[in-house]
Every structure is written in C-alpha cells, then in structure tokens.
C-alpha cells in the first residue's frame, strides 16, 4: 500500500510538472517597438487583460526602432520569428513578397476590415496583388507645430499659414524680428533635418506632393524614378529653399530631426514638423518622457495642416501594422491576439496612451470631437503615404542618403548660387540613376545639369505677413510670456524706466528740502 502510494504521488508530481512546464510552450511571442512615452507599460496592461480573457500568455519583447527592420529580416530568414509583431507602413510588401508573412484574408472578416481607414489599407497589400498580409494598428499623420504663446501674441491663425508662400512669410517675419526667449537666447522659427538624419523622405515628400511631384511613379506597369520631373524639381527647390536658409531655419544643415524636436520642446523654436504623439506628451510630465513641465508646456501647443503648394497641403502618413510570420509557431493564439488588439476598444485605450491616431473610422470619430486632433484627423483625408511596393525599402535608403547629401553640399557650399544650384542638379541626377537601379529600371531621364538648375532657380513666392490683433489666452491657460524683443529694445526700456524713477527721487528730494527750509525759518 505504501508503495503504490509512493508510486501515485511520483506519477502525480511528473503529471503536474509536466503541465506547469505545458504553459510556456503555449505563450504567444510578441515583437513590438516603443510607441509613445510609456508604452511599454500601455502595451503590458492590454497583454494582461488579453491573458485573462483567453487563458493565453503572451511574452513581449520591445526592440527599438533603430533595428528592428534588421533584427526581423534575421528572424525571417533564420524561420526563428516571433508569433505575432509590429511592422512599419513601408515594410510589408518587402516581407510579403519573400513569402515571410502569412496572408490574412481568411481573418478579415473576423477584423472587420471595412471599418479602417480606406487608405490606411493599402500599404497592407503588395501593390497591385489581392492579399492581406497586415491590418494597421495605428497612424502618424504629420503636421505643423506651433508654440501657442508664441502664434497667440502675433495673432497667426489657420488661414495665415494655407500656403507655403505664407509660411515663408511668417518665417521671415519672425527672423526679421529678432525675438528672443525668457532666458534671451534668439528664438529660431524653424528647423528641417539637414544632417544625419532617418526621416529626410518624410520631411520632403510634402513639398514634392503639393506641387504635384514625387520620388518615383508607374509607366507603362512599372516604377521609375520621377525625381527629375519638372514638377518633382519646383518641389525639391521649395524644400531647399527653406533648409539652406541662415536666417528662418539657421540650425538646419547642421541637425537632425531629434534636435529640431528638442530645441522646439525647449521653447527655442516656434514652429516643428511633428506626430500627433506631440499633444500626448503634453498632458505628461518629463520624468515620463512628457513636456507638460517643460518650457513648451508651459507655452501651450496649437497644431496647423502643413502648408501647400500648387495642390494644397500634402500630409506625410504612416504608422504601424500587426502581421503574423508565417513561420509562427503559434498562429492559432497569435490570430486571437491580433482580434484583441485590433478590437475597437483596445484601439482606443492604447492610442489615446500613445498619442497616434486610430485606424478605426468609429473611434476617429470620437477623436475628431478633441479640438486638439480633429484637424490630424482632417488631415488624413488628404494625406499621402509611399507606395507599397517589395522595392520601397532600397529607394527609401537612397532617398535618406539623398536627403543627408543635399544637406551636406550646402554646409560646403560655395557662395556663387549658379555652380550651388548646378551641383544639386548633378546631385539628382545621381540619385535618380540610383533609385532607377533600385527599380531594375536601366534608361535614364536623360535631363541635362543645366536644364535643371534652370527649374531649380526659379523664383519662389513669399507672402509678406503683418501681425494682427493678438488672441486672448484662455483663462485657465498660464500666463501669457510672449516672444521678447531684442536686448536693444530691453535696455530702452530700462532706461526710460530708469529715468523716471530718478525723476521720482529727486522730486521727492526737492520737496524734503522745502519743508526743512521753511521749518528752519520758524
């Protein structure tokens, strides 16, 4: 008896073992990147409620944003990939197209796809191919950011800032003007990313849309480079225009997107091309990587479309997609957890976390009622995002080492503007020899140096602004602190001040003197 006990509870105890170790074979992997201030935590919470949901545990790994593109076509190509991850936009059709995702046709009923976004669908297809390979998650949409204090005091408002030539404008009035900050350092009123920079294509491509240009386009089924189009060309000189500029955007040729943002979050520039995850961190402090206790939260924030050209304002858009490798190892608990995330709740709850705008027309309805995100969500129904072809990734590439290198030919520019603007023509036809390679496109444009310095030099409007009436700040706001003027204009005043104060003592002097006069002769 006391052997088949012992042999019982030995059985008993491998039975249990062996389901306490069951559990860990069953956890989803999900590979996910930082979203936001605090995101992690955001994303760890929405894991937790899915567990006790589905009794399915799922194991997070974040990977910064700087490799993950590598460290997923590792895992793709070595089949040791996550179960479930987050892609960018302009990834999916390159992984679709080496068979490394699996095809969600079969689940789109189930999402409920018809609800997103039109547009924001596309980049899950390869271009021109019927299959689903991701569903969006959540969309950055870019605009232009103001310091309110700043716009308020000069009375800029949406209608001042429709058309680039306005923008051009409000620059130069600002630059003309030699504000300055609360600690007298010169307030810059704007910045691009002139110099080892990721996000050049992004900060580009607007200038390009509105004019009606682009960096590659379809003829005749296949994609070439449209880099030296005319209209490509006007808009690449508008860009350029504003990023060799001392005077409007000085810091430009010499910093890259994360400066312009922090010098922005510091008060020290007015206005930034942005995500919408700007207006989240304003509501947090800056121990959690928040402005609300900062100079710019202190100042308030107000958010423009981007200014247009000849066809209105073209807003860069992207944002993150959830995709299943097809080497998944557990694509059963995997397709659960993106039903989860995608669910329109949990939409909600997470991006209102991160700061990105939802996919789902239902919760960007509730969205667009904020003030502060309905003209983002405006904005989408005029943005335009990269083509969602295999090859988009090595364009892009020499898109951002074009970027970087126009930047660099204007830190070394010399001052005769004819052999600069002859170099840039010679720059672009360079790379638009290197994004044709890219596209196994083997012709070229065929467009000479001099044709194209000649668009290059055309004239490019400026708007002349005038301040108008400023706008009162509401009452709950802090108090206003307005641009100040030069220290000149300061030491003016002071001395005005100063003048009269002595006026004031001496006046008093006089009289004490009377009275002791007249004291002294009773």
Request: proline fraction near 5%; charge should be positive.
């Amino acid at each position: 008896m006391k052997i088949f006990s012992s042999n019982f509870c030995a059985i008993l105890a491998i039975l249990l073992c062996g389901s306490a170790f069951a559990a860990p074979r069953d956890t989803v992997t999900f590979w996910a990147m930082p979203n936001g201030p605090d995101s992690r935590n955001d994303l760890e919470k929405t894991l937790r409620r899915f567990t006790q949901e589905t009794r399915i545990p799922v194991r997070l790994e974040i990977i910064d944003w700087s490799e993950a593109f590598a460290r997923l076509n590792s895992a793709f190509e070595s089949r040791n990939t996550p179960d479930i991850l987050q892609t960018g936009s302009t990834w999916i059709s390159f992984f679709a197209d080496k068979k490394y995702l699996a095809q969600l046709n079969a689940i789109a009923p189930q999402v409920d796809s018809l609800r997103f976004l039109r547009q924001s669908m596309r980049p899950a297809h390869i271009d021109g191919k019927p299959g689903i390979y991701a569903f969006p998650w959540f969309l950055d949409i870019r605009a232009l950011f103001a310091n309110k204090r700043v716009t308020d005091s000069l009375g800029i408002r949406a209608e001042d800032l429709v058309t680039e030539a306005q923008f051009r404008g409000i620059l130069t009035y600002l630059a003309q003007e030699n504000f300055t900050t609360a600690k007298g350092l010169p307030l810059i009123p704007f910045g691009l990313p002139g110099k080892d920079d990721w996000t050049g294509p992004q900060a580009l491509a607007p200038f390009l849309w509105s004019e009606g240009g682009d960096y590659i386009k379809k003829e005749n089924g296949r994609w070439r480079s449209a880099l030296l189009d005319s209209a490509s060309l006007r808009g690449i000189a508008r860009y350029v225009d504003i990023l060799r500029d001392t005077l409007t955007a000085p810091n430009s040729l010499r910093e890259n997107s994360a400066q312009n943002a922090a010098r922005f979050t510091t008060g020290e520039q007015v206005f930034l091309f942005g995500t919408s995850e700007i207006l989240r961190k304003m509501d947090i402090p800056e121990s959690e990587h928040g402005f609300s206790d900062r100079r710019l939260g202190k100042s308030g924030l107000v958010v423009f479309s981007i200014p247009g050209g000849k066809l209105g304002s073209k807003p860069f858009f992207g944002g993150s997609y959830l995709a299943i490798p097809a080497s998944a190892k557990h694509a059963k608990g995997a397709q659960r957890l993106l039903l989860f995330l995608l669910r329109a709740d949990n939409l909600s709850r997470y991006t209102h976390g991160i700061g990105f705008l939802p996919p789902d027309e239902s919760v960007l309805n509730v969205w667009a009622k904020d003030t502060r995100y309905s003209g983002l969500v405006k904005d989408l129904e005029h943005g335009q995002s990269f083509p969602n072809i295999p090859e988009w990734g090595a364009v892009e590439k020499e898109l951002i080492a074009m970027t970087n290198d126009i930047g660099a030919h204007y830190r070394h520019a010399q001052k005769n503007a004819k052999d600069s603007d002859a170099a840039l023509a010679a720059l672009l036809i360079r790379y638009d020899g290197r994004i044709n390679a890219a596209l196994n496109i083997q012709d070229t444009t065929g467009r000479s140096i001099a044709d194209i310095a000649q668009i290059l030099r055309e004239d490019i409007p400026t708007q002349r602004f005038a301040p108008h009436k400023a706008i009162k700040a509401p009452e709950q706001s802090a108090p206003a602190e307005v641009p100040h003027r030069s220290i000149f204009q300061w030491i003016l005043a002071g001395g005005v001040f100063g003048i009269l104060i002595l006026t004031i003592i001496l006046s008093k002097m006089v009289h004490n003197l009377k009275i002791k006069e007249k004291k002294r002769r009773r």
